[in-house]
């Protein structure tokens, strides 16, 4: 059991970038965007075709970081100046990568189990490994924190906030959006490529449901920690993540769950997380409705009653 | 100094419910005029102001900052000379973002935005101070993200953030007309001493008649997408609300009719 926690939180590092990716679409832009699907496997892709290639591994994850600023550039693009739909814009470049990897790798997957990764140097004892990968997250984290805060990041985040002004105040909300999508699926394919080489290989389909995992991670973290600041916003997506492979590593243990439940699990996981608290709001609404018209009622009543 | 000449604006041009929105209007502001508009619902007022910021490109006409034309460039291109603070208290301001944040985005206005900190030490000093002549108390709050502001707190920020780079027209777009009477008259004498200590050139819409005469030293009238009078100064000095409406009706050949208007 203590082993499968710690390949949990290791594998929660791992997709923690995926997740912070996300986190900037979905939560700092207002943009659903799908392309993660296609990114995560194109960072995948990249990162072991360029090592079978016999390219550095550091070399080889900046490549899928290259692919993914590119796949989201191109979706930022077909939204902004193209006026595509962002539902449609991602969908659509989703679709178009799935193509693309299978070109990038030559075949529907890339192996390299026995070769050297960026991870197989550090992979044993598992405890230094969570420790490296937690330095590493953290980094990235703090240098997106960073980023949020600069003049550029202050009006990306605007965009997402208020569009209409931001624009009042100068910005090009169709050069931010671009920049926040390209940045978004440039950690997401880094995060595809750090799982590739964390299991040996890349495949075609590992990016399918990679969006629903983003977000449950995203939906838990907010709820554990909440979002008061973009620095702990950030962490709570890190946490989110672990927590989610915390959560599947026990679901798989379940005797009548099958692994290939899992997408279901994760679905039912966003569904109720993003239902929940629509209906507890709307229930609240309701109720004090009533509760201060009956308070006004009596108010009313008591009124009339005093001056026959 | 900006300048309109020959403006010209049409809706849904070419089908039923082709509208003319402006039509060749000339204006001309001197530098630090304070000019007030009013006019019937439709009349063009919030089109004029978006034709100023950008927001909509005329079909014909030109739009003149200093001498150079500028009617195509986009919006966020003319913001280093427009500021603006719009009706609805929510629009100015990105209400999941801090005081501070918000103040750093306005500070900003028109500039190229890079790598630098959005806030730092400084530029917080100066914020602190911006905010303190509000006088209500933000200044402690730069923390606060603007969403927890009252509708009031929120347009004195809007008013703030359009005004401390001083640009070159500032419009006001009815901006108290969605506030309760007390908090409307803050953000009116705050809207006053801002204007006259920094010298604004300002074009303010309003539905008020007496706030319309009281402030400023213009008033233009629009009908239909025209102006059809431009009162100086002098004459407006002396004017009332009854002289003022019945002026519109003499030249218009119509009340003044607007389901928000205010006598004052």
């Not at chain 2, 000093?125 to 108390?137: D, K, P, T």
């Not at chain 2, 402030?215 to 009854?242: A, H, Y």
């Amino acid at each position: 059991m203590l082993t499968s926690i710690y390949g949990a939180i290791a594998l929660g590092l791992l997709f923690a970038l995926m997740a912070l990716g996300v986190y900037i679409t979905f939560r700092i832009l207002n943009f659903p965007d799908l392309t993660v699907d296609g990114s995560f496997a194109t960072g995948g892709a990249i990162a072991t075709v360029m090592i079978t290639h016999g390219y550095s591994p550091w070399l080889a994850t900046l490549g899928a970081l290259g692919g993914g600023l590119i796949a989201g550039a191109c979706t930022g693009l077909l939204h902004t100046k193209g006026k595509v739909n962002g539902l449609l814009a991602g969908i659509l470049m989703m679709i178009a990568l799935y193509s693309i990897n299978i070109r990038i790798m030559g075949r529907p997957n890339v192996s390299v189990i026995n070769m050297d990764t960026l991870l197989s140097p550090i992979k044993k004892p598992i405890g230094l490994y969570i420790a490296i990968l937690l330095v590493a997250i953290l980094l990235i984290k703090l240098l997106l924190d960073a980023f949020l805060h600069t003049d550029l990041g202050l009006a990306l985040r605007a965009t997402g906030d208020n569009s209409r002004m931001i624009r009042s105040l100068g910005s090009n909300t169709d050069t931010t959006t671009i920049v926040g999508v390209s940045l978004s699926n440039g950690l997401v394919a880094v995060s595809g490529a750090l799982i590739a080489q964390d299991a040996g290989f890349a495949d075609a389909t590992m990016g399918v449901g990679i969006i629903v995992i983003g977000l449950a991670s995203v939906i838990i973290g907010e709820a554990i920690i909440g979002t008061r600041t973009v620095f702990i916003a950030t962490l709570a997506v890190i946490l989110g993540s672990i927590l989610y492979r915390i959560v599947v590593a026990f679901a798989l243990r379940v005797p009548w769950l099958k692994a290939s439940d899992l997408k279901l699990i994760t679905a039912s996981i966003v569904i109720v997380a993003l239902v929940l608290p629509t209906v507890q709001r709307a229930f609240k609404q309701k109720s004090l409705a009533r509760k201060r018209s009956l308070e006004l009622a009596g108010v009313t009543a008591a009124g009339k009653g005093g001056k026959s | 100094m900006l300048e309109l000449v020959k403006v010209s604006k049409l809706f849904n041009p070419g089908t039923p419910d082709e509208k003319v929105a402006l039509m060749s209007i000339n204006l001309k502001f001197n530098p630090g005029d304070f000019v007030t508009v009013i006019g019937s619902n439709g009349a063009g007022k919030s089109t004029l102001m978006n034709i100023i910021s950008g927001v909509m490109n005329p079909d014909m006409g030109e739009v003149l900052m200093e001498g150079h034309e500028i009617q195509q460039l986009p919006e966020h291109r003319r913001s280093r000379w427009v500021g603006r603070v719009f009706q609805d208290p929510m629009a100015g301001t990105a209400p999941r973002m801090s005081i501070e944040e918000n103040l750093a985005m306005a500070y900003m206005r028109g500039k190229k935005r890079g790598l630098g900190w959005g806030v730092n030490a400084a530029k917080r000093v100066l914020f602190r101070e911006q905010l303190q002549r509000l006088g209500i108390g933000l200044e402690n709050r730069l923390n606060a993200k603007v969403g927890l502001l009252s509708g009031g707190e929120r347009q004195a920020l809007s008013l703030l953030m359009a005004t401390f780079t001083k640009p070159q027209i500032l419009l006001l777009d009815e901006h108290t007309a969605a506030l309760d009477p007390a908090r409307a008259e803050l953000i009116t004498r705050l809207t006053e001493e801002i204007v006259s200590e920094l010298k604004l050139t300002t074009l303010m819409v309003t539905h008020n008649m007496e706030q319309a005469i009281r402030l400023g030293n213009r008033l233009v009238m629009m009908d239909k997408g025209r102006i059809i009078l431009d009162i100086p100064e002098e004459r407006k000095r002396s004017l009332t609300v009854s002289q003022l409406l019945g002026e519109f009706e003499r030249i218009s050949g119509h009340q003044l009719s607007d389901d928000r208007i205010v006598l004052g």
